[in-house]
């Protein structure tokens, strides 16, 4: 007789970490950048119409740019929200609860994105008065939420793939996608090739039928490529106890998403008092940080189940490891980012036809606000530390400490002043005293939780 063989253990416990993170981290950051790029082409093409329409497409960002961080996580690491495990039986494994999520989310897409496509001139109108830009906007902003289904499909795909562990064919997806965007945004902006020119409605139409690509891909390759989760309209009913569950997971997601939506409304407001190209300005900084913090996100994606697997299998080491080194790569991301942000403002903004008056607004505003990378990363790596070892609450109060009890009402003490370089002043300020927060929560998790694992009870 045979003897049964030792059940091999998961990667995520045994691998060196430092190998570990780059394979598991490596196609999610290469994604992110794709993301990031993703997000300066509507932009950079818009820029070309007017900088009317370069503000417009600012304003809408509350609205049409949705938070890329993945939620939270329970407390074991080989456990996923809404994934079937063979023969698991609590609520984040089954194919019922799979597909229990698939449906409650289009409930929720149809229900939040509505009061949205019939708000968005009280929306725009609230900013400002200028009736091109107002226009501009609505054509834009009604077009990218109408079909926001690609957006979301897209997005819900995607993390079905990563959570198996197949982050190579969500890559794929992300540069199928951006690729496409590239493609169709000059062709229906300026309509070449035969199609009406449509301006910024085309960069709104563009971006939404790459998403609609995109998840047609995912859904492919969940259907074929992923296994672990069959995808099936039967038995699809609703089910109060696992919607519940699922907003308890999901509620700190969506406030951040407010939190954020909050945050961008309120800084619209003040900059606007000073003119409309800071607006704009402020726009292309919020996409062009992107290639910055998105790739740090891209790699904790890949930190986060190497924590929470650890934490589970009680291996402190490797998770002071893992979070070491993560610190360490975003600090030298960060670095090369201030850099460049430093010494070529000019240049950046050129890509989006700045004028002389967005120069002079712009180059001041990017080397200031690019301060805040030398923190934030740090931040964003602790942040997601507490996800994974089922903190997220912790990861929820800095972002609002630092977003609404900070940046803002900073930034609205600065512009009593006049001045409008003061006003940028109010994020690095606040990104220090947010970082100074996640340091403490960070440290007071390690002498709390980590470290004591090998013992039964702890407390945090």
Same mark, same amino acid.
């Given at each position: ?18 190998? #570990? ?11 992110? #950048? ?26 809408? #960002? ?31 494994? +089954? ?14 897409? *149809? ?41 979301? +499909? ?42 009406? *020119? ?26 074929? /490529? ?56 402020? +726009?292309?900084?919020? /996409?062009?940080? +992107? ?32 979070? /070491? ?40 505003? #990017? ?80 002498? *709390? ?12």
């Amino acid at each position: 007789n045979q003897q049964p063989q030792p059940a091999q253990e998961n990667k995520m416990g045994v691998m060196p970490v430092h190998r #570990l993170l780059l394979t598991m981290s490596g196609p999610m950051m290469l994604s992110m #950048l794709i993301q990031a790029l993703y997000n300066v082409v509507d932009s950079m093409f818009v820029s070309y119409i007017s900088e009317a329409a370069l503000t417009a497409v600012s304003l809408a #960002l509350s609205h049409a740019e949705p938070d890329d961080r993945r939620g939270h996580r329970h407390r074991r690491g080989h456990q996923r929200l809404a994934l079937p495990e063979p023969g698991g039986e609590e609520f984040c494994h +089954g194919e019922s609860n799979g597909r229990q999520r698939h449906l409650f989310g289009v409930g929720e897409l *149809r229900r939040l994105r509505a009061p949205g496509v019939f708000g968005s001139r009280l929306y725009f109108t609230a900013q400002v008065e200028d009736p091109e830009i107002i226009a501009l906007g609505c054509d834009y902003l009604s077009i990218i939420l109408v079909l926001s289904i690609g957006c979301f +499909g897209q997005v819900l795909l995607s993390r079905l793939l990563q959570s198996t562990g197949k982050t190579f064919y969500s890559m794929v997806i992300q540069m199928v996608g951006a690729g496409l965007n590239i493609v169709l945004d000059p062709i229906m902006i300026f309509g070449l090739m035969g199609f009406p *020119r449509m301006g910024v409605a085309g960069a709104a139409l563009a971006t939404v039928l790459s998403q609609m690509v995109g998840t047609g891909m995912g859904l492919y390759y969940n259907l074929r /490529k992923n296994p672990e989760i069959r995808l099936s309209l039967s038995g699809l009913r609703p089910s109060k106890p696992v919607i519940a569950r699922i907003y308890g997971v999901g509620i700190p997601s969506i406030l951040l998403q407010t939190v954020s939506s909050l945050l961008i409304f309120g800084l619209n407001q003040i900059l606007v008092t000073f003119s409309e190209t800071a607006t704009a300005v402020y +726009g292309v900084y919020f /996409k062009l940080q +992107g290639f910055a913090f998105l790739p740090i996100i891209g790699m904790n994606n890949g930190m986060v189940p190497i924590i929470a697997y650890n934490y589970g299998a009680r291996k402190p080491a490797r998770i002071m490891q893992t979070i /070491k080194l993560a610190i360490a790569y975003a600090v030298g991301i960060m670095v090369v980012a201030v850099v460049v942000f430093q010494i070529f403002p000019v240049q950046l903004l050129g890509v989006f036809q700045a004028s002389e008056e967005m120069l002079a607004i712009g180059v001041p505003a #990017l080397r200031t606000l690019s301060l805040c990378f030398l923190v934030g990363g740090f931040t964003i790596v602790a942040s997601s530390v507490f996800q994974a070892l089922g903190k997220g609450l912790l990861s929820m109060s800095i972002s609002i400490f630092r977003q609404l009890v900070l940046v803002l009402p900073l930034a609205y003490l600065f512009s009593l002043t006049g001045e409008l370089n003061l006003v940028w002043w109010s994020f690095p300020v606040a990104e220090v005293l947010a970082g100074a927060l996640a340091a403490f929560y960070l440290r007071r998790a390690y002498r *709390r939780v980590i470290r004591p694992l090998a013992q039964e009870d702890y407390r945090f």
